[in-house]
């Protein structure tokens, strides 16, 4: 069973920078790569909402258009890692951010679906001061 672990939250002044990790276990050796991993949020009483995804060998990249130019998801294969690294963070973007991960068939958009995710983390806080 796949096993993600978030880290890297916490809080900073607008326009500050946060790195967030995931790390996953329980991946069949040289297997992460198999899988596309996306990150999204949550803030209180909101949906879950997509905020980045990698593709499996790293070379693809999405954004949602609210973070485009100042987050960039990276993943490191060999150490079964995924990164979003945030920077000029806004008072809007405060919310419990998570980390997933798919090996479904992927059709167009689907990395913008929670449903499409077989494996999620617990989620890191993220708390954003003007």
């Known amino acids: 069973q796949v096993q993600l672990v978030e880290s890297g939250g916490g809080a900073v002044r607008a326009g500050g920078s946060l790195r967030l990790s995931c790390v996953a276990s329980?991946?069949?050796?040289?297997?992460?790569?198999?899988?596309?991993l996306g990150w999204f949020r949550q803030a209180p009483g909101q949906e879950r909402e997509f905020v980045a995804a990698?593709?499996?060998?790293?070379?693809?990249?999405y954004y949602a258009e609210r973070v485009k130019g100042r987050f960039t998801v990276a993943r490191d294969n060999a150490k079964n890692t995924v990164t979003l690294q945030m920077n000029a963070l806004k008072p809007d973007d405060p919310a419990v951010y998570y980390c997933?991960?798919?090996?479904?068939?992927?059709?167009?958009?689907?990395?913008?679906?929670?449903?499409?995710?077989?494996?999620w983390g617990q989620g890191t806080q993220v708390t954003v001061s003007s």
């Open positions: 997933a991960a798919s090996r479904n068939t992927y059709s167009t958009n689907s990395h913008q679906r929670t449903t499409w995710y077989d494996y």
């Open positions: 329980g991946v069949v050796e040289d297997t992460f790569g198999y899988y596309m």
């Open positions: 990698i593709s499996w060998g790293g070379r693809s990249t």
